[in-house]
């Protein structure tokens, strides 16, 4: 999407805070022993009170309001009321919806409680990276040198990217041009950042793996070589100098 009029930008503006609201309400809700199924209603009380509907849900007819991703699953993890979260998990959270046809992307990794099993060093490096992604992004520079920047300071920080998650373009529905904002830098995308467009921009910081592969439920995504994955994710407004980030409210940086 490209904002032309100052009425894009509220509604991208409005939708865009109840996605962030969501999630840092998610975040703040979630304890030991709850199941990701009791933690996906609470978050679906929080859109419908907002007016919002589930972006997955609409999409793709998913089957939960949120994607909820436990240790080992990197993305699109399906709200389960067998899954229960224990202290020192690897938590993913990813919340996107559309309000008065605008729609809005963000999610963030956290350890649940006591970091029992080390996972904090990742999710530090996955924040750090989205920052410093985003703080480099403006109208005219290379998609390629976003994911330029994203592997290298990856790999220093001796992790590794996921090659096949990308970041998107986003606006008047959940994936828009540019279809693909990659973690790691590809040579033959000379695509530019556009002043005015919205994207989406994450990150997928890896221990062991590069790739992520659908598990048999058809949804629930994993490394093909295990371990642990970090996502942190903004949704923005391109402009000739810093971008607006919209989902701010979310406090992924905090």
């Known amino acids: 999407m490209s904002i032309s009029q100052v009425s894009e930008l509220e509604g991208m503006k409005k939708v865009s805070s109840v996605v962030s609201t969501t999630l840092k309400k998610m975040r703040e809700y979630v304890c030991p022993g709850m199941s990701t199924?009791?933690?996906?209603?609470?978050?679906?009380?929080?859109?419908?009170?907002?007016?919002?509907?589930?972006?997955?849900?609409?999409?793709?007819?998913?089957?939960?309001?949120?994607?909820?991703?436990v240790n080992e699953e990197i993305a699109h993890g399906v709200p389960s009321g067998n899954k229960i979260l224990q202290e020192g998990d690897l938590v993913n959270i990813d919340v996107s919806a559309e309000l008065d046809g605008f729609w809005s992307d963000n999610g963030g990794s956290f350890v649940l409680g006591r970091d029992l099993y080390h996972h904090q060093p990742l999710v530090e490096v996955s924040k750090k990276i989205?920052?410093?992604?985003?703080r480099q992004i403006k109208g005219g520079v290379k998609i390629s040198e976003t994911g330029r920047l994203i592997e290298f300071q990856?790999?220093?920080?001796?992790?590794?990217?996921?090659?096949?998650?990308t970041g998107h373009g986003i606006g008047r529905s959940l994936h828009e041009e540019p279809g693909e904002?990659?973690?790691?830098?590809?040579?033959?995308?000379?695509?530019?950042f556009r002043k005015n467009s919205v994207v989406a921009i994450e990150t997928f910081i890896a221990t062991q793996s590069t790739m992520a592969v659908t598990q048999k439920d058809g949804w629930t995504?994993?490394?093909?070589?295990?371990?642990?994955?970090?996502?942190h994710e903004h949704?923005?407004?391109?402009?000739?100098?810093?971008?607006?980030?919209?989902?701010?409210?979310?406090?992924i940086w905090n």
């Open 37 to 69: 199924l009791e933690l996906d209603d609470y978050g679906a009380s929080l859109l419908n009170r907002m007016g919002a509907k589930s972006a997955p849900k609409l999409t793709y007819n998913f089957p939960g309001w949120t994607c909820i991703s």
């Open 130 to 134: 989205l920052f410093n992604a985003i």
């Open 154 to 165: 990856t790999k220093r920080a001796g992790f590794r990217v996921i090659k096949n998650l």
């Open 181 to 192: 904002i990659a973690c790691y830098y590809d040579r033959y995308n000379l695509t530019r």
């Open 221 to 231: 995504l994993k490394g093909q070589h295990g371990g642990f994955v970090a996502q």
């Open 235 to 251: 949704t923005i407004v391109i402009t000739d100098d810093e971008p607006i980030i919209l989902t701010l409210e979310n406090e």
